[in-house]
């Protein structure tokens, strides 16, 4: 059989293929909830505030599938969209107090975003590789995916995107999908290398919160 | 005959590829309108009008076929372009008295806007249906779709988004969406369920209007 | 053989996929130039300023080759990410008044986004012509796809975009477009058409500024 013209992807193994789903949907759901907290603050409805969690929540994830020609990973899944409505009906129906120290201060929303960055640091560099993408590529895919979610987020809510906060929010993406790609050419086991480099990234993150 | 290991979209009957493909051109008609209304409140160019009416008009359908995996409807349409420049034509050669009530008030974007919002999330709903999305899937995409014509409308006219006002938009998306799908799981007939769900989601963001 | 029911892209030939692809790590460069001058301007980090390179420049091109169903030019590719990266390193090493001529006065950004505009508006439109899109529509891929990456740049910065100066914009990227798919219908050569096309919108779009 002659080799294909066009590089097709290089598709992972059913058993990846799970755990990257069990992570995207931890990843959808703290993006979810700093959606979530996001319109709670501007004290919209529980139906905007489901449209923020559902955005916040699937949107880098979206964008890394697109980019790398994957299907889109909530489109078919059942689980993704009962979870981002789980996590906005939790927040619609707790007091505000719960969440925010006060009305200008919402830490939980800032604590939210730096979990879902790292961990979708790392899930947009490990999906990359899964499917033959080169190193580097892939950790801008991770870079990229990381910061998209929030991106979106404030982007609708009409706010000064968080990149331009005076803080560490790139690196901290950055550091994750490095770390990530850098286990993988090493050949460390992903059980391994992931927890480390998404915590890398957060931690980074967290100590500029 | 094996099974297929990826789920494959289930491609719709050309019949329903065609009362679809009309469908999107009215959606595309009506966002292009709330478009060029907005580039012409804000005294652009006609160019700039064109490029506004096309965003609009496309936008809500492009981010829907991307995320079924569908070809993007309008890249091979031959119908789309000139829909878009004959609506930013109209509106640049009629006087801006027949669109606006004032300088600050022009009730026919909103209007335009809330006919497109009910359109499309009728037709993001149902094309997700044919492409085999579940239903619950499939009514976030209407809502998707259904908002995001207008959200780009508005972040490239940086704007606060539509999304940000105490109005119900969200929800008026989410009301066609949910008749939609609830209308195909009853196994009723397209040519009631989709009058009914458009006119159910115009209805409501029409009242808050 | 019968013919296929789905509308597919027709693939371009290998040498003008070459010549896409040079072009195509101009476009980066330059767009990618404007958006490390941008992060410069706001004072941002590296790694903020390789985010603001990487996304201005793949932007235009990444909605191009989603929209007409072609694989993204550079996930695949080695060439992109040290463009980008070189690009933000030069402009971090480098004194700021070699690029501006105040603190608020940064030409070369708006001379390097006109270079970017016009050579995306070809691009756009010579790769969706080359993919089998009618000239219509391919014309507008070009003006979308020129336009793109400013307007992300822009909106990630948070600030208002380029498309709401009272200049022209998408008018010069229209014309670069409209010459482009013109030389392509008439039949002339490439070579001749391509840089004319593009000179054509960097003209008028540099008399702007």
């Known amino acids: 059989m002659p080799a294909p013209i066009l590089p097709g992807p290089i598709l992972p193994t059913p058993s990846l293929t799970a755990v ?6 931890i990843g959808v ?20 505030m489901t449209f923020f969690a559902l955005i916040t929540g ?11 020609g994957a299907p889109v990973f909530w489109v078919r ?13 939790v927040v619609w129906v707790t007091p505000s107090r719960w969440w925010a120290a006060s009305n200008y ?3 939980m929303l800032d604590w ?4 879902g960055l790292g961990a979708y640091a790392v899930l947009g560099t490990a999906k990359a590789l899964a499917y033959g993408v080169a190193p580097v590529p892939a950790m801008l895919m991770g870079v990229i995916t990381g910061c998209v979610g929030g991106v979106i987020r404030d982007v609708l809510a009409g706010r000064p ?8 929010y790139v690196t901290a993406a950055a550091l994750s999908s490095l770390l990530c790609a850098a286990g993988k050419t090493l050949g ?3 059980a391994l290398v992931w927890p480390v480099a998404a915590l890398g990234g957060f931690a980074l993150r967290g100590a500029a919160i």
Chains 1, 2, 3 share one sequence.
């Open 20 to 25: 990257l789903g069990l992570l995207d949907l």
């Open 29 to 48: 759901g703290v993006f979810a909830l700093s959606g979530a907290l996001l319109a709670a603050r501007l004290r919209q409805t529980l139906v905007t």
């Open 58 to 68: 699937v949107g880098g994830g979206s964008v890394r599938d697109l980019l790398i």
């Open 77 to 89: 899944d059942p689980l993704v969209a009962p979870v981002c409505l789980g996590v906005a009906l």
């Open 105 to 107: 201060d919402w830490p």
């Open 112 to 115: 939210a975003d730096a979990v």
């Open 161 to 168: 995107s968080i990149l331009m906060r005076p803080e560490l």
């Open 188 to 190: 460390l086991p992903n």
